[in-house]
């Protein structure tokens, strides 16, 4: 059973930093592209950032770019992102989702439960 | 970056059949997918790739593209397929990036 597990949401002042993880399992994950989607509260979906299973190739939603970084650790089936000089419009639930191919053509099969951030003072 | 637009809300009468769009310039290269998102649950993919869906997905689903514009049909819609629907394809710069719609609240009267 494919399972994803997001960690380390929480609060977070604004212009600090935070670190997302997502656990995988059920799969190979090394076979797979990755990706980062999030949801502001009552809001609709927004692709974050995507890394190729090699991570060859990534990218970033322009709303983010410079700010947070994609990495994933094939050895320990782990997917990040680094979150910094977070603003009140990142707070959001961050959904990691798995790809269906291994360059990350966009369809994502899986999605983890999400983990939840919050940007206030 | 590339857009996609989908109405924002769509109602279809129990057991009739509703179709549901997406538009923008990426799907004159690539192909949308579907998710169905209901009320504090994750998305599920229900639409991928020229019209396929995933193990579990009852066959009532299905999609379509024709020139800049996605669909996804729901033939005999049930009480349980209300919920929010998005799109989402690749964009068309070739670069890593991915763009959703807006997303399209269906009800089901």
């Known amino acids: 059973e494919v399972q994803l597990v997001e960690s380390g949401g929480g609060l977070v002042q604004p212009g600090r930093s935070l670190r997302l993880s997502c656990a995988a399992s059920?799969?190979?994950?090394?076979?797979?592209?990755m990706h980062w989607v999030r949801q502001a509260p009552g809001k609709g979906l927004e692709w974050v950032s995507g890394i190729s299973w090699n991570s060859g190739s990534i990218g970033y939603a322009d709303s983010v770019k410079g700010r947070f970084t994609i990495s994933r650790d094939n050895a320990k089936n782990s997917l990040y992102l680094q979150m910094n000089s977070l603003r009140a419009e990142d707070t959001a639930l961050y959904y990691c989702?798995?790809?269906?191919?291994?360059?990350?053509?966009?369809?994502?099969?899986?999605w983890g439960q999400g983990t939840l951030v919050t940007v206030s003072s | 970056s590339s857009e996609l637009t989908q109405d924002p809300a769509v109602s279809v009468a129990l057991g009739q059949t509703v179709r549901i769009t997406c538009q923008g310039d990426s799907l004159r290269s690539y192909y949308a997918s579907w998710y169905q998102q209901k009320p504090g649950q994750a998305p599920v993919l229900v639409i991928y790739?020229?019209?396929n869906r995933p193990s579990g997905i009852p066959d009532r689903f299905s999609g379509s593209s024709s020139g800049n514009t996605a669909s996804l049909t729901i033939t005999g819609a049930q009480a349980e397929d209300e919920a929010d629907y998005y799109c989402?394809?690749?964009?068309?710069?070739?670069?890593?990036?991915?763009?959703f719609g807006g997303g399209t609240k269906l009800t089901v009267l």
């Open positions: 059920g799969f190979t994950f090394d076979d797979y592209a």
């Open positions: 989402n394809s690749r964009d068309s710069s070739g670069n890593l990036y991915v763009v």
């Open positions: 989702a798995k790809d269906m191919s291994i360059a990350a053509r966009g369809d994502f099969d899986y």
């Open positions: 790739g020229k019209n």
